[in-house]
């Protein structure tokens, strides 16, 4: 069992890691997936241990942030706040600001990912208009959009992971972590400004977007439904206040994603079944093989001779192994995978502090390459439609450097944090 299960490991992070292999079809789900169905059909475990392997909480909490997201974008709300928010900038670097906070607090109580794939179109809209070179923007959107995430349970799939395992509050969660992406955001404005001074330093028209000459190129001719975004946005803010209230209540973090989905579809103005053909069924089905994968690992004692060899206690060794782990092997497996890998590890290591820096730092990892975070994958892939090509090296040259500072301010503040406790 032992070895059987090991193939099908390295089969299934091989598929991960490269996603085109010659003369296979090939993709991160497939690949998961297939390392799913074969645990079974080689007998790691039967069908109904892969059943139970799946964490359905993470599921359920994916699942009511997808229905609620996708609602509030077939409402126009999020070209709405975009295009609001971004048009009070009348320099580049005002610019900047604005969309790396925005981009960093949205980010932080909506899935990333989401939030990228809904702000990259506006953000090419809004430079095209003011003829001003969008890379540095697209850029800054990918880093403050991770490093937002990570302040939340809700920000990014990893830290649903590890929000749901580790049994942290929201709250305290937030609290935690906070000044981690406060920094961090702090630190992006620079690094961009840093790369890209002829861009950040110079001036265009704004006037032309103020005037809604723009607006046709930035929300790419949408409408927004008044009528449905006075149901949808107080169901949004209703569920952000749970999440926090959600220990008093006696509410779990997913229920209450559930509810305020279940909500969604009956109040809003918005087609149900509309809906849901948005949700994205794929990082679903993605979540679960992956579960099933990782507890076959488990079961065939995989893990007990990886525990020989990290150390997981609550001290400076630990929390630099947590570090230093994040940045490795999300640049080789990307962060979402090398989360999954680590959840039985962390539960035998139990310790908070240590939860809070696998949340961070395999966030902020994310910004190393463009295949640490899917984050990233989306606003490339995105922007490349749109006619922008942000190559490896152009990104990694500022991304290494904005992850580095980052991971250090993370660890520092997170140590402090241990030390005080």
Known sequence: MYTTALIIFIITYTGIIFTRLPRINIDRPSAAFFGAVAMIVFGVMNFDE??????FNTIALLLGMMIIISTLELDGFF?????????????????????????????????NDAVVLLFTPVIIGICRALKVNPIPFLIAEILSSNIGSAMTITGNPQNMLIGIN???????????LLPVSFLG?????????WFYPTVINASFPVQALAAGSAESQVTGGDTWDYRSIRFSVPIFILVIALFFLSRPLGLSIP???????????????????????????????????????VRGVE????????????????????????????????????????TVVMLPLMKAADSEILWLALASASTLAGNATIIGAMANLI????AETKGVKIK??????????VTLVSMLLSFGIIYLQMQTR
Not at 88 to 109: N, R
Not at 379 to 382: C, F, Q
């Open 166 to 176: 580790s049994g942290i509050a929201y709250g305290s969660f937030l609290l935690y």
């Open 79 to 111: 070209g709405w706040i975009a295009t609001r928010t971004l048009a009070i900038a009348d320099t580049p670097f005002k610019l900047l600001l604005v969309l790396t906070m925005i981009t960093g607090l949205a980010s932080a109580f909506l899935v």
């Open 185 to 193: 955001l702090i630190v992006v404005v620079l690094a961009v400004k």
């Open 299 to 338: 079961k065939a004692g995989l893990m007990d001779q990886v525990l020989t060899h990290i150390n997981l206690t609550e001290n400076l060794a630990g929390l630099a192994g947590v570090h230093m782990a994040s940045l490795l092997m999300s640049q080789v497996v990307s962060n979402v995978p090398f």
């Open 50 to 55: 892969a059943i139970q392997a799946i964490d």
């Open 392 to 401: 490896f090296m152009e990104f990694f040259r500022i991304g290494i450097v």
């Open 255 to 293: 229920v209450i994603a559930l509810l305020g989905a279940s909500l969604i579809l009956l109040l809003g103005r918005v087609k149900p079944s509309k809906v849901i053909r948005q949700v994205d069924w794929v990082l679903l089905l993605f979540f679960a093989s992956l579960f099933i994968v």
């Open 379 to 382: 606003v490339i892939e995105t």
